[in-house]
T-cell receptor, first 110, second 113 residues
């Protein structure tokens, strides 16, 4: 069946460090891929998405590229800020359902 | 726009009691609401899909008599955990399709003691 695997957290970085959160998926067909973010005390928000192979989603300095050959959708940011501290979820859309990764907590220290 | 308000954010209840979780779409009509559950260090798992004016569709393995879902209006869907037990302790999140894609509530942390 469809599944999403993302790196286990927490991930702790210093401000201005480079961020990578790995996400790989298993799916039939060609799903759409998403990254969602949940800031403390808030609901999940769509961060970025990609709908087909080689698409790059980007938002707020974050990027992720849909890699069909490696079935991956890794999240990257060149220089993180304290305000990026949150939980990040990778997900794929299969039919009407979102299939989720377990979430990765990101902690950025000043 | 497209906000889903979920309450309560945290609730502690005694074993055997029932707890109701509400999700309201504040500025759009939610004809469909997805209810998820998340166990520690696990993925969000879809429990059920509710549609306004009709019975909810439950995923395999989810007890419909235990997790009662009501979607009585276009702006309100509720999940009631009946006769709660400690193993029902979890994080519950609702989500509705909106013009922005999927809009999520902020989640409810349920602890059954």
């Amino acid at each position: 069946g469809n599944s999403v695997t993302q790196m286990e957290g927490p991930v702790t970085l210093s401000e201005e460090a480079f961020l990578t959160i790995n996400c790989t998926y298993t799916a039939t067909g060609y799903p759409s891929l998403f990254w969602y973010v949940q800031y403390p005390g808030e609901g999940l928000q769509l961060l970025l998405k990609a709908t087909k192979a080689d698409d790059k989603g980007s938002n707020k300095g974050f990027e992720a590229t849909y890699r069909k050959e490696t079935t991956s959708f890794h999240l990257e940011k060149g220089s993180v800020q304290v305000s990026d501290s949150a939980v990040y979820f990778c997900a794929l859309k299969s039919n009407y359902q979102l299939i989720w990764g377990a979430g990765t907590k990101l902690i950025i220290k000043p | 726009g497209a906000v889903v308000s979920q309450h309560p954010s945290r609730v502690i209840c005694k074993s055997g009691t029932s707890v109701k979780i509400e999700c309201r779409s504040l500025d759009f009509q939610a004809t469909t609401m997805f209810w998820y559950r998340q166990f520690p260090k696990k993925s969000l798992m879809l429990m059920a899909t509710s549609n306004e004016g009709s019975k909810a569709t439950y995923e395999q393995g989810v007890e419909k008599d235990k997790f009662l879902i009501n979607h009585a209006s276009l702006t309100l869907s509720t999940l009631t955990v009946t006769s709660a037990h400690p193993e029902d302790s979890s994080f519950y999140i609702c989500s509705a399709p909106s013009a922005r894609g999927y809009t999520f509530g902020s989640g409810t942390r349920l602890t059954v003691v």
